[in-house]
Nanobody
């Protein structure tokens, strides 16, 4: 059974930092691209950052230069380092792993940035 568990969310002041983690189990982690998404209240879920199996990354324009996505295949864990946080970064952050057949999502972790 595939399971993704996010952690590291919380309440932080604008300008602060958080590091999110996504631990995967039940899947061959290193073969698959992964991504972080977020969903603000009343808005659609949006892509924040993605990373493929060789470590190539892509970012939403709104987070470029502030967020860094990474993965540790030995630990089956993906990370999102978030610096210079803004109130508009507030939302539930989800990790996703994509296979050839389907995708799996974590349960999400809340990030709240106060002004």
């Amino acid at each position: 059974q595939v399971q993704l568990v996010e952690s590291g969310g919380g309440l932080v002041q604008a300008g602060g930092s958080l590091r999110l983690s996504c631990a995967a189990s039940g899947i061959r982690f290193s073969n698959n691209p992964m991504a972080w998404y977020r969903q603000a209240l009343g808005k659609q879920r949006e892509l924040v950052a993605g990373i493929n199996f060789i470590g190539s990354t892509n970012y939403a324009d709104s987070v470029k230069g502030r967020f860094t996505i990474s993965r540790d295949n030995a630990k089956n864990t993906m990370y999102l380092q978030m610096n210079s946080l803004k109130p508009e970064d507030t939302g539930v952050y989800y990790c996703k792993i994509q296979t050839a057949i389907t995708s799996y999502w974590g349960q999400g972790t809340q990030v709240t940035v106060s002004s």
